[in-house]
């Protein structure tokens, strides 16, 4: 079974451009996260889709951060226009819906993106 | 809302030492308690997790961990660590699942041999 993958696993950019990170969760999962760590912090909440919806966007720092679902597969989060204090690791994560058992409610993670603004 | 600490940022030990990762959490109710181990260029990788009835977790790679209420902490052991366990480890609470996860800063475990 493949993981939680992200692309791409890094990108520079410079003050006012955009970047789109995109995340493939694991196949079958309706639940996906974004997270961000900056500057060796604490990793932090972004927001969470169920399916193609957004059902907690609580995380996101301002309107400079769109994130998409389209059809309930990948998500992509785009930033526009990014700012320096935009760098960090960006990661993704999926779990199961309604599942019960020992791995229920476990969150999978990707190897995240790094971004860094300059 | 939710917090958790990790009182140390750098940890060393020396290979087959015993391991004991601090973890705090803030929550009111019952929390749902994870250790995650990010290993250069990997992602995180969940350890262990308590949802509810044993205290004391089993996880992969040889690792426990020990849910005190009373004291609010959920920390991270194990017996003899072996030079690959050096890494970075997070400790996290959700507090609904399925829901967000509320990281700790993180633990940078050095082995020395």
């Known amino acids: 079974e493949a993981g939680v993958t992200q692309f791409p696993s890094h990108s520079v950019i410079e003050k006012g451009q955009t970047v789109t990170l995109r995340c493939d969760p694991i196949?079958?999962?309706?639940?996906l996260y974004w997270y961000r760590r900056v500057m060796g912090k604490e990793i932090k909440f972004l927001l969470h889709?169920?399916?193609?919806?957004?059902?907690?966007e609580s995380g996101m720092p301002n309107n400079r951060f769109l994130a998409e679902r389209t059809g309930g597969t990948y998500s992509t989060l785009k930033v526009q226009p990014a700012e320096l204090e935009d760098s960090g690791v960006y990661f993704c994560?999926?779990?199961?819906?309604?599942?019960?058992?020992?791995?229920?409610?476990?969150?999978?993670f990707g190897p995240g993106t790094r971004l860094t603004v300059t | 809302a939710q917090s958790v600490t990790q009182p140390d940022i750098h940890i060393t030990v020396s290979e087959g030492a015993s391991l004991e990762l601090r973890c705090n959490y803030s929550y009111g109710a019952t929390p749902y308690l994870f250790w995650y181990v990010q290993s250069p260029g990997q992602g995180l990788q969940l350890l262990l997790k308590y949802f509810s009835g044993d205290t004391l977790v089993q996880g992969i790679k040889g690792f426990e961990a020990e849910f005190k209420r009373s004291q609010s902490s959920f920390n991270l052991r194990k017996p003899s660590v072996h030079w690959s366990d050096a890494a970075e480890y997070f400790c996290a609470v959700g507090a609904v699942p399925g829901n967000k996860l509320v990281f700790g800063a993180g633990t940078i475990l050095r082995v020395k041999s």
């Open positions: 889709f169920v399916k193609e919806s957004k059902q907690d």
């Open positions: 994560a999926s779990s199961q819906a309604g599942v019960r058992g020992p791995n229920s409610y476990e969150q999978y």
């Open positions: 196949s079958g999962h309706d639940n």
